[in-house]
């Protein structure tokens, strides 16, 4: 995990030094995402920001969860996802000629590109799990349709993204079962957070002009035609899980302007001030 | 391995290559070597250049840098060439790579050798023999262990509790 004192950083570390020096003014965080960049860029930051913001979300469980299995799971988790952040922010480094520590911890909220399902707080482990299952429902979906992408990069990345989030599908999945299915207490917490969460859900179906020009060019699936087999499985874990699929509400980000526009609930830059407060403290800093 | 390189300099400076990384014992599994796990993927020396290329087991495995450093430093001690690390994603690691032998050095060493890898639709849980005992009457405590590739088992015969390194 990106956190201060990590011992295991050098993996992230270890490219300031091996990369190359960009281009432009060190200081200044908004020429990362600013001026001409091609739509694949900004598709790579919305991918790989899912992916780290999730991770930190998940980090920030270490040592707190609610059984010792759980923690090493949500940990585990987050470290996938975290390998997966490094692979579609390397990508994204190459064609915007930065670095991906760069782009991890030199821009501010406005310029990430996550959905606002993975910023949300953690909660309790309900509203963890609610956020969780929505959201690999929705990876393992993308990702099979990206293992087919015209762009071999993103098949490769994909591919190998896929196996793992499929067993992360499996176990969140299998939690809101427990959860939903399980004491009266759980049961409605479980109700309740799937409740506050569903709001969220809807952006990650909208489709705005960069991601068109993707899928035109068959480089990214439309997720707009993922909408249906989603509700489908949701619909599904739900039944067994005794738990009603909340009516259809308004949804947050809706008008295309959302997490994947840069505009983001008031989380994210919290989250952001702890994740990237030790490199930009020490901003020369080389391991 | 049989040198039919009749003196060939790349070819014999491949073949050391290839030795010195079946020296390399994975930074978690240190009974088996990266070439046993498929990870070292391929070599190809001239006297230019040394390229090695590796292949990640899971995405977010920290010892892929380890691995890589460990590669660097064996190499510095048997050719001077100039060395190139690259770290190939496509086709995915499996562990259905992991060589036989290895899968035995395993269980000896008290890891549970992965099963065979299964479409995801026919994801039947497979019976994992304890490595402690060899009794199959054993069961899952966790999907998650110490490290990204490894589950948590008990046999329920001897009581032991081992790990299982995970189909995957």
Same mark, same amino acid.
């Given at each position: 995990m990106? #956190?201060? @004192?990590?011992?295991?950083?050098s993996?992230?570390? %270890?490219?300031?030094?091996?990369?190359?020096?960009?281009?432009?003014d #060190?200081? &200044?965080?908004?020429?990362?995402?600013?001026? !001409?960049?091609?739509?694949?860029?900004?598709?790579?930051?919305?991918?790989?920001?899912? &992916?780290?913001?999730?991770?930190?979300?998940?980090?920030?469980?270490?040592? #707190?969860? !609610?059984a010792?299995?759980?923690d090493?799971?949500?940990?585990?988790?987050?470290?996938?996802?975290?390998?997966?952040?490094?692979?579609?922010?390397?990508?994204?480094?190459?064609?915007?000629?930065?670095t991906?520590?760069?782009? %991890?911890?030199?821009?501010?909220?406005?310029?990430?590109?996550?959905?606002l399902?993975?910023?949300?707080?953690? @909660?309790?482990?309900?509203?963890?799990?609610?956020?969780?299952?929505?959201?690999?429902?929705?990876?393992?979906?993308?990702?099979?349709?990206?293992?087919?992408?015209?762009?071999?990069?993103?098949?490769?990345?994909?591919?190998?993204?896929?196996?793992?989030?499929?067993?992360?599908?499996?176990?969140s999945?299998?939690?809101?079962?427990?959860?939903?299915? /399980?004491?009266?207490?759980?049961?409605?917490?479980?109700?309740?957070?799937?409740?506050?969460?569903?709001?969220?859900?809807?952006?990650?179906?909208?489709?705005?002009?960069?991601?068109?020009?993707?899928?035109?060019?068959r480089?990214?699936?439309?997720?707009? %035609?993922?909408?249906?087999?989603?509700?489908?499985?949701?619909?599904?874990?739900?039944?067994?899980?005794?738990?009603?699929? $909340?009516?259809?509400?308004?949804? =947050? /980000?809706?008008?295309?302007?959302?997490?994947?526009?840069?505009? =983001?609930?008031?989380?994210?830059?919290?989250?952001?001030?702890?994740?990237?407060?030790?490199?930009?403290?020490?901003?020369? +800093?080389r391991? | 391995?049989?040198?039919?390189?009749?003196?060939? $300099? &790349?070819?014999?400076?491949?073949i050391?290559?290839?030795?010195?990384?079946?020296?390399?014992?994975?930074p978690e599994?240190? +009974?088996?070597?990266?070439?046993?796990?498929?990870?070292?993927?391929?070599?190809?020396?001239?006297?230019?250049?040394?390229?090695?290329?590796?292949?990640?087991t899971?995405?977010?495995?920290? +010892?892929?840098?380890?691995?890589?450093?460990?590669?660097?430093?064996?190499?510095?001690?048997?050719?001077?060439?100039?060395?190139?690390?690259?770290?190939?994603?496509?086709?995915?690691?499996?562990?259905?790579?992991?060589?036989?032998?290895?899968?035995?050095?395993? +269980?000896?060493?008290?890891?549970?050798?992965?099963?065979r890898?299964?479409?995801?639709?026919?994801?039947?849980?497979?019976?994992? &023999?304890?490595?402690?005992?060899g009794?199959?009457?054993?069961?899952?405590l966790?999907?998650?262990?110490?490290?990204?590739?490894?589950?948590?088992?008990?046999?329920?015969?001897?009581?032991?509790?081992?790990?299982?390194?995970?189909?995957?």
């Amino acid at each position: 995990m990106p #956190k201060a @004192g990590d011992t295991h950083s050098s993996t992230t570390g %270890a490219s300031l030094v091996e990369g190359e020096e960009p281009a432009h003014d #060190k200081g &200044d965080p908004k020429s990362l995402t600013r001026g !001409p960049k091609p739509p694949l860029f900004d598709y790579l930051l919305r991918l790989g920001d899912n &992916d780290l913001v999730l991770a930190q979300r998940l980090g920030e469980w270490v040592g #707190k969860g !609610p059984a010792l299995e759980e923690d090493i799971a949500s940990t585990n988790i987050g470290l996938d996802l975290l390998g997966q952040a490094r692979l579609w922010l390397g990508y994204a480094a190459e064609i915007g000629n930065t670095t991906e520590d760069r782009l %991890a911890y030199f821009r501010d909220s406005g310029e990430f590109r996550n959905l606002l399902i993975v910023e949300q707080p953690n @909660g309790h482990y309900g509203d963890t799990i609610a956020r969780q299952y929505f959201f690999d429902q929705w990876h393992a979906l993308v990702l099979a349709e990206l293992a087919t992408s015209r762009d071999a990069r993103v098949v490769a990345i994909a591919a190998k993204a896929l196996t793992e989030v499929c067993y992360h599908l499996e176990r969140s999945s299998g939690w809101v079962v427990r959860l939903g299915d /399980g004491t009266d207490l759980s049961h409605t917490r479980m109700q309740a957070a799937v409740d506050a969460m569903w709001p969220y859900t809807g952006e990650m179906f909208a489709v705005d002009d960069i991601e068109r020009t993707l899928i035109d060019a068959r480089a990214a699936p439309d997720v707009q %035609a993922l909408h249906m087999p989603w509700i489908a499985a949701v619909r599904s874990v739900f039944s067994e899980a005794a738990l009603a699929v $909340p009516s259809d509400a308004w949804m =947050h /980000g809706a008008g295309n302007r959302g997490g994947k526009q840069g505009v =983001h609930t008031e989380h994210l830059s919290h989250m952001l001030a702890e994740m990237q407060v030790l490199p930009r403290s020490h901003p020369d +800093a080389r391991w | 391995m049989t040198d039919n390189s009749h003196g060939d $300099p &790349d070819v014999m400076g491949t073949i050391a290559v290839w030795r010195a990384l079946g020296d390399i014992a994975d930074p978690e599994l240190p +009974a088996v070597s990266i070439v046993e796990l498929g990870i070292a993927r391929g070599v190809a020396c001239t006297s230019n250049e040394c390229v090695v290329t590796l292949t990640p087991t899971y995405t977010g495995c920290p +010892a892929i840098r380890a691995i890589e450093a460990d590669v660097r430093s064996a190499l510095a001690k048997i050719t001077n060439a100039p060395l190139r690390v690259v770290t190939l994603l496509t086709p995915p690691w499996s562990s259905d790579w992991i060589a036989p032998e290895a899968r035995e050095e395993l +269980a000896r060493y008290g890891v549970a050798p992965p099963a065979r890898v299964v479409q995801w639709s026919d994801r039947s849980q497979p019976v994992i &023999d304890c490595p402690n005992c060899g009794s199959s009457n054993t069961e899952e405590l966790s999907r998650f262990g110490s490290t990204a590739c490894k589950a948590q088992y008990r046999c329920r015969d001897c009581r032991e509790p081992f790990e299982y390194v995970k189909a995957h």
